[in-house]
């Protein structure tokens, strides 16, 4: 997978059954996101990540996923949303 966006860094990548989950650095607003690219356009998504959280939400994107979508915007690596 190759990322275009020049103000990126990927961070770490990984692959698996088809999906492609990369853990990626802003360079402009210091911001860490773990972006997911699935077979179809239904299983991509991308995550901001707190820097205490940021190598479990790039292993654990769906749990994440599933957890922003009820509701919490931000995880910290105790598994504490920005809501709680």
Do not use: K
Not at 66 to 79: K, L
Request: aromatic share 8%.
């Amino acid at each position: 997978m190759v990322r275009r966006v020049t103000n990126e860094i990927e961070l770490a990548h990984r692959e698996s059954g088809g999906t492609h989950v990369a853990l990626l650095w802003s360079r402009d607003d210091d911001r860490l996101t773990v972006s997911v690219v699935g077979a179809g356009e239904t299983d991509s998504f991308e995550l901001d990540a707190a820097e205490s959280s940021a190598l479990d939400v790039f292993y654990h994107p769906y749990a994440y996923a599933a957890r922003r979508e009820a509701g919490c915007q931000t995880i910290d690596r105790n598994g504490r949303g920005d809501d709680e």
